[in-house]
C-alpha cells in the first residue's frame, strides 16, 4: 500500500511591484486536514485532522469497531494515512486499542500521532492501564493519554494518583503528553486553571449539541486555556451525527475558532473521510 509522505507548506512573501500599485493581499492559503499543526507547547505535533474511533462510544465499543471491525477500521486508518490524515484518536472505553495494533503492522510508528484515553480512579488502575494499552496498542509509547469524560468539579483532588502517574509516565518517555477529556463545565473550567493539563479535548459545535455549555461558554473556556500555553482538541464537531447534514456549517465553524489546535472527527467509512478531506479546506477559507 503506498504510503505518502507528509506534505510541507511554505510561506510565500509578496513584493509590492511599484509604490503607485494599489495595494493587494494574496487570498488565505486553505487549511488542509493533512496540515501539520502544534499542539500547545506539549511539543506534540499532529495533523489537523484526527480520525476518531469512538462515535457513540461505550462498553468498549462503538459505531466505527461494531461495524467495521479491527479489518475494516485498519483499512480506514490506512486510506486516513494516504491522505495524510496521521492524527488517531482511540480510547480504552471505545475498544479500539486493537484495530490501531492491527493498522501498525502496516505503518511505522513513529509517522502516526496516537491519542488514547483512560476512566483510572488510582495509581494503581492507571499503571495497570498504561501497561496494558501498550501491549494492546503495539507501542513503547503513546503520544497522548488523557483522562476520559471526567465530571467532578474536584477532580484534581479524586484523580491525584492517576496524574502523578501520568507525570512519571511522561518523564520515563512513556507518554509524550497528557491531559484531560471533560464532559462538565465545572470540570473544563478547573482544566483551564490547573497546570499539569498539557492538552484538552473540548467538545465544541455551533449549534451547542452534546457540549459542556453554550458555545460562547466554552470558547470563553478554552481561550484561557490557550492562553496558558495548553494544547486544544476539538470534538463534537458535528454534534455526534446532529450536524451530518450541516457538516460544512460545522466545519466553518470548528475553522475558525482562534481556540482549536486541531479536531477529531469520527467517519465511519472510507467515503466520509474522504468527504471530509475534500470539505475542510473550502471551509477554512470561508470561516
Known amino acids: 500500500?503506498?504510503?505518502?509522505?507528509?506534505?510541507?507548506?511554505?510561506?510565500?512573501?509578496?513584493?509590492?511591484?511599484?509604490?503607485?500599485?494599489?495595494?493587494?493581499?494574496?487570498?488565505?492559503?486553505?487549511?488542509?486536514?493533512?496540515?501539520?499543526?502544534?499542539?500547545?507547547?506539549?511539543?506534540?505535533?499532529?495533523?489537523?485532522?484526527?480520525?476518531?474511533?469512538?462515535?457513540?462510544?461505550?462498553?468498549?465499543?462503538?459505531?466505527?469497531?461494531?461495524?467495521?471491525?479491527?479489518?475494516?477500521?485498519?483499512?480506514?486508518?490506512?486510506?486516513?494515512?494516504?491522505?495524510?490524515?496521521?492524527?488517531?484518536?482511540?480510547?480504552?472505553?471505545?475498544?479500539?486499542?486493537?484495530?490501531?495494533?492491527?493498522?501498525?503492522?502496516?505503518?511505522?510508528?513513529?509517522?502516526?500521532?496516537?491519542?488514547?484515553?483512560?476512566?483510572?480512579?488510582?495509581?494503581?488502575?492507571?499503571?495497570?492501564?498504561?501497561?496494558?494499552?501498550?501491549?494492546?496498542?503495539?507501542?513503547?509509547?503513546?503520544?497522548?493519554?488523557?483522562?476520559?469524560?471526567?465530571?467532578?468539579?474536584?477532580?484534581?483532588?479524586t484523580l491525584k494518583g492517576p496524574m502523578d502517574v501520568l507525570s512519571e509516565a511522561r518523564e520515563k518517555g512513556m507518554v509524550k503528553s497528557h491531559g484531560i477529556s471533560c464532559h462538565s463545565l465545572a470540570a473544563l473550567r478547573l482544566a483551564a486553571q490547573t497546570p499539569w493539563v498539557q492538552v484538552d479535548l473540548a467538545r465544541l459545535n455551533p449549534i451547542g449539541a452534546h457540549m459542556d455549555a453554550d458555545p460562547d461558554t466554552v470558547i470563553s473556556v478554552l481561550r484561557q486555556m490557550k492562553a496558558a500555553g495548553k494544547g486544544v482538541i476539538g470534538m463534537k464537531i458535528l454534534g455526534q451525527g446532529d450536524l451530518r447534514g450541516r457538516a460544512d456549517e460545522a466545519l466553518r465553524f470548528a475553522m475558525r475558532q482562534d481556540c482549536l489546535d486541531c479536531f477529531t472527527i469520527g467517519a465511519e467509512n472510507r467515503q466520509e473521510l474522504a468527504d471530509l478531506v475534500k470539505r475542510i479546506p473550502e471551509a477554512s477559507v470561508a470561516a
Open 1 to 157: 500500500m503506498k504510503r505518502r509522505e507528509f506534505l510541507k507548506y511554505g510561506v510565500c512573501a509578496g513584493v509590492a511591484a511599484a509604490a503607485a500599485t494599489p495595494a493587494w493581499s494574496a487570498p488565505a492559503r486553505k487549511r488542509l486536514a493533512s496540515d501539520v499543526v502544534a499542539l500547545g507547547n506539549s511539543g506534540v505535533r499532529l495533523t489537523r485532522l484526527a480520525i476518531g474511533t469512538g462515535t457513540v462510544g461505550y462498553n468498549k465499543a462503538s459505531n466505527q469497531t461494531r461495524q467495521l471491525g479491527i479489518d475494516g477500521l485498519a483499512d480506514l486508518f490506512w486510506f486516513g494515512y494516504d491522505e495524510g490524515v496521521r492524527f488517531w484518536d482511540t480510547a480504552d472505553m471505545y475498544g479500539s486499542h486493537p484495530h490501531v495494533n492491527k493498522a501498525l503492522t502496516n505503518v511505522k510508528r513513529e509517522n502516526v500521532v496516537i491519542m488514547t484515553k483512560t476512566r483510572a480512579k488510582t495509581a494503581g488502575q492507571m499503571k495497570a492501564d498504561l501497561d496494558r494499552f501498550r501491549q494492546e496498542l503495539n507501542t513503547d509509547y503513546m503520544d497522548l493519554v488523557l483522562l476520559h469524560a471526567v465530571t467532578d468539579a474536584h477532580w484534581t483532588d
